[in-house]
Every structure is written in structure tokens, then in C-alpha cells.
């Protein structure tokens, strides 16, 4: 999983600020998921994109929260005005294919709302 | 609604000893399962895998067992070392889709 590359690995910001979580999927791998980690929990789905496409974003909160995952460079999930239940581990992965395929996951960006 | 469910928050296991982590779902359309080791502080590694169609794949110290009637997997690490402590989450895939839906992870610990 260490070709999943999620920075920055740690992020704090200030309530009201914005975070923007970057994820440069495995070479080759054309899906990325985002996933979050509240404490104590598991994993959660947020979003499902393919290059220039979000395919399922049923797990993004309605509010604040957007993700784009562009023909060049790294996908990217935006919050915006940061409150403190947004600290938590975000973590993205990549697979080649659909359904029926492992996904490697990045080692995550922890965010910090103070 | 927890559909997929691990009961067992940790477990200890002496080392050179079987560990058994348990996993249940309530969803019968799901037809891939996984589990991922988690170190803290790094994202969730792959171990291993498998497909409705089938009850049990092995992988080196690593086997998982699947009961469909029960809806219930099982992870077996054998034999278990001080290396495999971690929290292991297991993961079901729904038909046809993508999305994992996680446990919330069992903590092992492998006592040396």
C-alpha cells in the first residue's frame, strides 16, 4: 500500500478554515475512494471517483464537503469551514478495477480541527 | 444500522498459538469479503480475501472461512507473532458495487 500517496499526513486547522486532502493513487489504478475514521470506529465510505468523474458520493456529508479527481494530478477532497467533528483519519485508495478487487489504501491524513 | 459487525473489540493470543477473529454481517447480498491489518498510525493493508462462492481461502499463516447460512467469517492467523499485533478490520462488498463496509476492528495482541 505504500504506492498510495496521501499527503499531507497530518493537518491542523482552525474552525472555519478549510482542509484539502490530497491522494495520488497507485500507478496504473484509475479508481480512488475516500474513507473516514472517526475514533473508536471503523472505516466509513464517503466517495467513489473515477478520473474526471465522482461515480458514488453517497457517503459525503451533504455540506462542506467535496471531492474532484482530476484528468492530471491528485484527487482531492475539500472541506470547507471546518468544525471539530471533522477531526478524524481520512484515508484514500486505489484499485484497477470494480467491484471484486482489492483496494490499497494510503497511510492517511489526520485532521486536527482546533 | 451496523451491518457489518465485529464483537470481539480484542483478543490476546500467546505466540506460536492460533488467533481466531470473528465477523458478522446481516446483508445477503454481499459477495466479496476482506480483511485489512492496521498498524497505528498507517492506513490498512490488504491480507486476504474471499469470494461468496467459495468457504475457505488460505494464504501462507493466513486462512479465512466463510459460512454463508450463518453469515459469519472467520480469520485464522497460525501461527500467531509478536509482528501480527495490530487491529484487524473485515470488510463486505455489496453486489455489484465498490464500496467496502468495515467492522469496527479487532485489536490483537500477540504475547511473546
Known amino acids: 500500500n505504500a504506492g498510495v500517496m496521501q499527503n499531507p499526513r497530518h493537518l491542523v486547522r482552525r474552525r472555519g478554515q478549510e482542509a484539502r486532502l490530497r491522494c495520488s493513487p497507485m500507478k496504473g489504478h484509475s479508481h480512488v475512494y475516500w474513507y473516514r475514521q472517526l475514533p473508536e470506529e471503523g472505516l466509513k465510505f464517503m466517495v467513489y471517483?473515477?478520473?474526471?468523474?465522482?461515480?458514488?458520493e453517497s457517503g459525503m456529508p451533504k455540506e462542506r464537503f467535496s471531492a474532484e479527481f482530476p484528468k492530471e494530478g491528485p484527487s482531492i477532497l475539500r472541506i470547507q469551514q471546518v468544525v471539530r467533528g471533522d477531526s478524524a483519519a481520512y484515508f484514500c485508495?486505489?484499485?484497477?478495477?470494480?467491484?471484486?478487487?482489492?483496494?490499497?489504501f494510503g497511510q492517511g491524513t489526520r485532521l486536527t480541527v482546533v | 444500522d451496523q451491518q457489518v459487525k465485529q464483537n470481539s473489540p480484542s483478543l490476546s493470543v500467546q505466540e506460536g498459538r492460533i488467533s481466531i477473529l470473528n465477523c458478522d454481517y446481516t446483508?445477503?447480498?454481499?459477495?466479496?469479503f476482506l480483511w485489512y491489518k492496521k498498524y497505528p498510525a498507517e492506513g490498512p493493508t490488504f491480507l486476504i480475501s474471499?469470494?461468496?462462492?467459495?468457504d475457505k481461502n488460505e494464504d501462507g499463516r493466513f486462512t479465512v472461512f466463510l459460512n454463508k447460512s450463518a453469515k459469519h467469517l472467520s480469520l485464522h492467523i497460525v501461527p500467531s507473532q509478536p509482528g501480527d499485533s495490530a487491529v484487524y478490520f473485515c470488510?463486505?462488498?455489496?453486489?455489484?458495487?465498490?464500496?467496502?463496509?468495515f467492522g469496527t476492528g479487532t485489536r490483537l495482541k500477540v504475547l511473546a
Open positions: 471517483l473515477q478520473k474526471e468523474n465522482i461515480i458514488d
Open positions: 474471499i469470494s461468496s462462492i467459495k
Open positions: 470488510a463486505a462488498v455489496l453486489s455489484g458495487t465498490y464500496k467496502y463496509i
Open positions: 446483508n445477503s447480498m454481499f459477495d466479496y
Open positions: 485508495a486505489s484499485s484497477p478495477n470494480r467491484a471484486g478487487t482489492e483496494a490499497f
